[in-house]
């Protein structure tokens, strides 16, 4: 089983900047926002805290939320 960790249904916005300590990331609707289930995991997308993947043109990108403004 080949699971692409990329999918459509779990898109929650774009990075708009990055720099040596952090990115930006812009939410462009908070419906991408809502909450989920995952297996018996309630989750939501845009919560500080939270861990993103962050889809590059070659690689993935583990990321943490540390700020919400």
Do not use: R
Request: charged share 20%; glycine share 10%; aromatic share 16%.
């Amino acid at each position: 089983m080949n699971k692409h960790i990329f999918v459509n249904d779990k898109f929650v916005g774009y990075i708009s900047k990055v720099t040596p300590n952090f990115s930006n990331i812009h939410f462009p609707t908070p419906t991408l926002l809502k909450k989920f289930w995952h297996y018996e995991d309630e989750l939501s997308g845009g919560i500080v805290g939270n861990y993103v993947v962050i889809e590059g043109e070659n690689f993935g990108f583990l990321g943490k939320l540390q700020e919400v403004s």
